[in-house]
């Protein structure tokens, strides 16, 4: 790996870090996010579990469809 290689490297992880920062800030703002259906919460007196099961599944078919789509150029 030469320097030009890691230069781009750093540039994509750069990129996708952002990208990343940006859904993790306007991720509140989503309504349906976190309350689809198959999330599970499991509330005690002193505990709280939050299993978003319906969001994560969400979540990898649409990185999925945009991954390959991107891929394919």
């Known amino acids: 790996m030469d320097g030009l290689d890691l230069g781009r490297l750093l540039i994509i992880g750069g990129i996708a870090l952002a ?3 940006v859904i993790v800030v306007l991720a509140p703002n989503i309504p349906f ?4 259906p ?12 939050f ?7 969400l979540l990898s ?3 999925t469809i945009v ?3 991107i ?3």
């Open 71 to 73: 891929g394919r150029r």
């Open 33 to 36: 996010l976190g309350r689809l």
């Open 67 to 69: 991954l390959n789509v």
């Open 61 to 63: 078919v649409i990185l």
């Open 19 to 21: 990208v990343v920062g």
């Open 51 to 57: 299993i978003p099961l319906g969001t994560m599944l």
């Open 38 to 49: 198959g999330d599970i919460r499991i509330e005690g007196e002193n505990v709280r579990v």
